[in-house]
């Protein structure tokens, strides 16, 4: 479980960092950030491919978080609590993570990382989002 919360924070940090630089291509960006995680040989391949599953769907994942912000605006948001929920929704609709998994994993990651009070709306998030996936 370790190595799977290791690469989720990873591909948190990634999805985070990418925000302030989408104008450089994914490729490069991930070989630039890169070295800036530490993974095992065996969890880097997890890591590239959730990043970039990330990035090659991110209208659609925003879409699905859009949808279900109840009085908010995807904008308003975050930073951070927005990567987290693009980990999360990735997690629960293309890797079929069960959603109780993915959205303790992503209030755990708020408790750690996002502003007061986010790891709560996180999860009222993330679970309007699981009813309809």
Do not use: H
């Amino acid at each position: 479980m370790l190595g799977k919360r290791k690469i989720r924070k990873n591909v948190f940090g990634l999805v985070f960092g990418y925000n302030f630089n989408k104008e450089i291509d994914k490729l490069q960006y991930y070989n630039d950030a890169y070295d800036n995680f530490c993974c095992e040989d065996n969890e880097e391949e997890s890591v590239k491919s959730s990043f970039f599953g990330i990035c090659d769907n991110i209208e659609e994942i925003d879409a699905i978080i859009s949808a279900n912000l109840k009085g908010w605006n995807i904008s308003r948001l975050s930073k951070v609590t927005l990567s987290i929920l693009r980990v999360s929704v990735y997690e629960m609709k293309y890797l079929e993570l069960p959603p109780a998994i993915s959205i303790n994993e992503a209030v755990e990651l708020a408790k750690e990382y996002a502003e007061d009070g986010a790891s709560s709306y996180i999860n009222g998030v993330l679970n309007n989002i699981k009813n309809g996936l």
